[in-house]
């Protein structure tokens, strides 16, 4: 028998006396007329005040005289803690009675047959070992009960997996089964908290081969949020974790000292972000909103790194578009780092050049054919510019990414998801492998649960999980120098054959969509899905898209019309503008309007021979109006020139479409940026505003992006092959 005291001082009027607390074999009788034998907790006052009585009742417990219980011959009891037998109600009474009995004067008595210890400030022992896999910790919990340290993991795990946690509103204690120890009773409130840590552990990565919860290496916020769980009495981590916490390389050289440029203070943050996560072995997804300076970030993350130590030059592997803006760019901030770009038929030639460089420039395409000699050299930075590039982890280029030895994997990307979170491990599995397990693990643990289910743990645990290797700054938030933006939808309203031109093909491509539905199923569909509403949208933008000899009689373009008059606007105004298409003849189609009416004018499409000349030419105040296929001129391009953009096509892509916004509404900007979507009222164009609205919550709780493609829901296919203005 053991004795609970309190430092706290009776009241006045209070009696004296103490709650003997026991566990007896009580008998109850079942429904069957039987009788079946039962552990309960009991309580027997010695001392009489109906104070006591009331408190106990209050707590939930129950007069023995109330029940049917039958207790063993010699044993007396007032009251039963729980009829149910309910160990964390019972738990609870046990810990909530001590200090309410104490008010009273009273003390608390635990018989030794009493299972339940109640440890408000017991110290919680975390230990976090190293796994044979040096990727992966495991994490051990134990608490110190009667001078010993007992294991406490395997209950938490049973909670996490049983689901206990789920106790009547005002328990305030859980009690967890320490095997012959009995049981442990801790406020709820403090082992939720670490509950939550494992729950999330053990169900995604499961228990290592010491019988820990497994924990990513590298993985800092894990170890952070143990450590706040067990607080404030807690033995700290074992010295494994340490190579998690603290850098073991050393640290580069200050950004501002090695690149010429002034850098904002978000642009210093992103660089010793890049530069922690080099120290510790891993590697990131730059994801800063288009026009906050990734490149510049980059750049001077590769010139410290290089002026901290002599190592292997960096790889850069960007779309070829970009390969002049790369050499450029470093060519202006940091002129001191040699750069060899291997691009063209002779670039085999600079493969020993580029054993000397500091920088090595190529395009995925050639990294691909060129990979027999990659594999074959070690880098120190490999960046990965446009990753969403490589957004199928099944590609060529992606599979060549992850065959380089190298020290660390940056990917740049603006939009980081497009489509669905498979995208999102696409990326991880070049910047951190295998911290998202394999492709069936990852749809299993996270994709499925959070698209389908709409998890929102689950969801949690994903931002949790790859939070420390993501960093994103929206403008809005850090580049509070720039203008305002204004965005406008303006509906256009086609004419009578125009309008007529679009139900007659409507109707064809609604027919033919619903006979490929039955044919191939939904999936199977889609190509046709696809090309049923390219064409709707290619009536949209201008009848002499449309490969259909009806079209030929339509000489209208209500669209093209529209634009025509906002240019002449925008030029009585003193604007520039860019006007933005997928479709590189309908830019065709423009140019040539605006040629009969002697606008100055530049085109940039994928067949352009020079693109920076055409952008010097731009920004040097040549032409009014600048024409730009959305693939060819979405991203790399500086245009602060214009303060107009004109999207003439809009697609399922809200995050290209911004993407195309950003090469105005960036910083150097300095007037105020209007964009406008020219959209056919009551049309497929309509609707597909509408719809990409409503599926961007996933992405958005992520990163702030967008999808990319339609919800091929038949729902979906329905609404926007209904008729002109139905339902729009």
Not at 7 to 18: C, E
Not at 202 to 212: H, R, T
Not at 608 to 611: H, K
């Given at each position: 028998m053991h004795t609970v005291s309190t430092?706290?001082?009776?009241?006045?009027?209070?009696?004296?006396?103490?709650v003997e607390l026991r566990t007896v074999r009580a008998t109850r009788p079942c429904d069957d007329g039987g009788f079946v034998e039962t552990d309960v907790a009991v309580a027997c006052l010695h001392g009489d005040d109906e104070a006591v009585r009331l408190?106990?009742?209050?707590l939930g417990a129950v007069e023995i005289a109330w029940t049917d219980l039958a207790l063993p011959p010699g044993v007396a009891a007032d009251y039963v803690l729980d009829l149910d037998g309910d160990p964390h109600a019972v738990g609870d009474v046990a810990a909530r009675l001590g200090p309410a009995l104490a008010e009273l004067g009273w003390t608390v008595e635990r018989a030794d047959s009493f299972a339940f210890r109640v440890v408000d400030d017991a110290a919680l022992h975390t230990t976090i070992t190293a796994c044979d896999d040096a990727d992966w910790f495991e994490l051990h919990l134990g608490i110190e009960v009667d001078g010993r340290i007992v294991d406490l993991l395997p209950a938490v795990v049973d909670l996490v997996t049983h689901g206990h946690l789920r106790l009547p509103r005002g328990r305030r204690h859980v009690s967890l089964p320490l095997g012959a120890d009995g049981y442990v009773t801790l406020p709820r409130e403090r082992i939720e908290r670490l509950i939550d840590v494992v729950r999330e552990l053990?169900?995604?990565?499961?228990?290592?081969?010491?019988?820990?919860?497994?924990?990513p290496g590298f993985h800092p916020a894990y170890v952070e949020a143990v450590r706040d769980a067990v607080a404030p009495s807690c033995a700290r981590p074992a010295g494994a974790v340490e190579r998690v916490r603290r850098p073991s390389r050393p640290t580069p050289a200050q950004a501002s000292d090695v690149v010429q440029a002034t850098l904002r203070p978000y642009q210093r943050e992103g660089v010793a972000w890049l530069a922690d996560l080099h120290a510790r072995g891993a590697g990131g997804v730059l994801a800063d909103d288009m026009g906050l300076g990734k490149t510049l970030q980059t750049i001077a993350h590769l010139s410290a790194t290089h002026r901290a130590r002599v190592g292997p030059p960096a790889l850069v592997v960007a779309p070829t578009s970009l390969l002049g803006n790369w050499r450029r760019e470093i060519a202006r901030f940091a002129p001191h780092l040699r750069v060899t770009v291997l691009h063209g038929r002779d670039r085999h030639r600079r493969f020993e050049e580029a054993r000397f460089a500091d920088v090595v420039i190529t395009t995925y395409a050639l990294l691909v054919r060129?990979?027999?000699?990659h594999v074959e050299r070690p880098y120190g930075i490999v960046v990965v510019d446009e990753a969403q590039t490589v957004k199928n982890a099944r590609s060529q280029a992606h599979a060549a990414l992850r065959a380089l030895s190298c020290e660390q994997v940056v990917c740049l990307s603006g939009t980081p998801i497009e489509n669905d979170l498979e995208e999102l491990r696409a990326l991880f599995e070049l910047t951190v492998p295998g911290l998202l397990g394999s492709r069936l693990e990852f749809r299993a643990k996270f994709a499925d649960p959070i698209e389908r289910g709409k998890d929102t743990r689950r969801l949690e645990a994903l931002r949790r999980r790859v939070g420390p290797f993501v960093l994103r700054r929206l403008k809005r938030d850090v580049a509070t120098e720039l203008p305002p933006k204004t965005e406008i939808v303006r509906p256009v309203t086609l004419g009578a054959a125009q309008r007529d031109l679009y139900e007659s093909i409507r109707i064809a491509a609604h027919g033919h969509v619903r006979k490929a539905i039955r044919k191939k199923g939904l999936s199977g569909a889609r190509l046709d899905i696809l090309s049923a509403l390219t064409?709707?949208?290619q009536v949209c933008c201008d009848p002499r898209l449309v490969p259909v000899g009806a079209a030929g009689a339509v000489t209208e373009s209500a669209k093209l019309e529209a634009l025509l008059a906002m240019v002449e606007e925008l030029r009585a105004s003193g604007r520039r503008a860019l006007v933005f298409s997928q479709f590189t003849s309908m830019l065709a189609l423009v140019s040539q309007a605006l040629g009969a009416r002697g606008v100055p004018h530049l085109c940039l499409t994928g067949a352009?021979?020079?693109?920076q000349r055409l952008v010097d030419r731009f920004e040097g105040g040549e032409g009014d109006v600048f024409l730009i296929s959305l693939k060819a001129g979405g991203a790399g391009l500086n245009l602060t020139s214009a303060d107009?953009?004109?999207?003439?096509?809009?697609?399922?892509?809200?995050?290209?479409?911004?993407?195309?916004?950003?090469?105005?509404?960036?910083?150097?900007?300095?007037?105020?940026?209007h964009v406008y979507e020219l959209i056919v009222a009551g049309s497929v164009e309509a609707r597909m505003v509408a719809l990409k609205q409503r599926k961007q919550a996933l992405a958005d709780a992520l990163f702030g992006e967008g999808g990319d493609g339609p919800a091929l829901s038949p729902e979906a296919i329905e609404h926007l092959l209904s008729p002109l203005g139905e339902g729009a």
């Open positions: 430092a706290s001082a009776p009241r006045p009027h209070a009696s004296y006396g103490s408190c106990l009742e209050r053990y169900e995604i990565d499961g228990i290592g081969p010491s019988g820990g919860v497994r924990i060129d990979l027999s000699i064409k709707l949208r352009s021979r020079d693109r107009t953009v004109i999207h003439y096509d809009p697609w399922w892509n809200p995050a290209a479409q911004r993407q195309a916004t950003d090469r105005v509404y960036r910083i150097g900007q300095t007037r105020p940026v």
